[in-house]
């Protein structure tokens, strides 16, 4: 009895931590809701109605089509200021790979470009910095009483990683 109660104990500890180790923004559905920041429960009067307030199906007679596509991007840890600060130090390294090909000297500016860059290519490698992309689309319709909806969520993510 102790051993499958243990057992039960680490099974659902092991579950949580799963949960921890995933966790995903909240989809809200439709311009409407997401302008009232996800407060839409109360108010059922459209096609996605049967999604925040299935009782608000008795109550409507009209017909309303939709079909929403979102995307979001949100960039974190700085990830886009390191791409601006390499993007404007770009030129200085087409300058020096020019003056080694025709084997000119380097100016103390390209040498502290030069090693901006490897700082902020070295930056780049940071766990905090990366991309989230949430797209979803979808048809929804609501004749009278009845609604039927199609929604696709996706999200995926990616962080940079550079070996030089």
């Known amino acids: 009895m102790k051993k499958g109660l243990s057992a039960l104990i680490c099974v659902l500890f092991l579950s949580a931590l799963i949960s921890v180790v995933h ?15 996800g407060a839409f429960v109360a108010i059922g009067e459209d096609a996605l109605t049967q999604y ?8 409507g007679k009209d017909v309303d089509v939709q079909i929403p ?9 700085d990830i886009l200021g390191s791409a601006d600060r390499l993007s404007k130090i770009a030129d200085q390294f087409t300058q020096i ?10 100016s103390l500016d390209q040498i502290s470009a030069f090693a901006t860059g490897i700082k902020e290519l070295d930056n780049l490698n940071d766990p905090s910095k990366g991309v989230l992309v949430d797209v ?8 009278s009483h009845f ?9 995926f993510g990616f962080r940079p990683f550079n070996r030089y």
């Open 52 to 59: 925040w307030n299935p009782a608000g199906l008795g109550i």
């Open 23 to 37: 966790s995903d923004s909240f989809k809200i559905l439709g311009t409407r809701p997401l302008s009232m920041g």
């Open 147 to 155: 609604a039927v909806a199609i929604n696709n969520f996706t999200s």
């Open 69 to 77: 596509v979102n995307v979001k991007l949100e960039a974190t840890g």
């Open 136 to 143: 979803n689309a979808g048809a929804n319709i609501r004749v």
């Open 97 to 106: 790979s020019a003056a080694q090909d025709q084997g000119k000297a380097i």
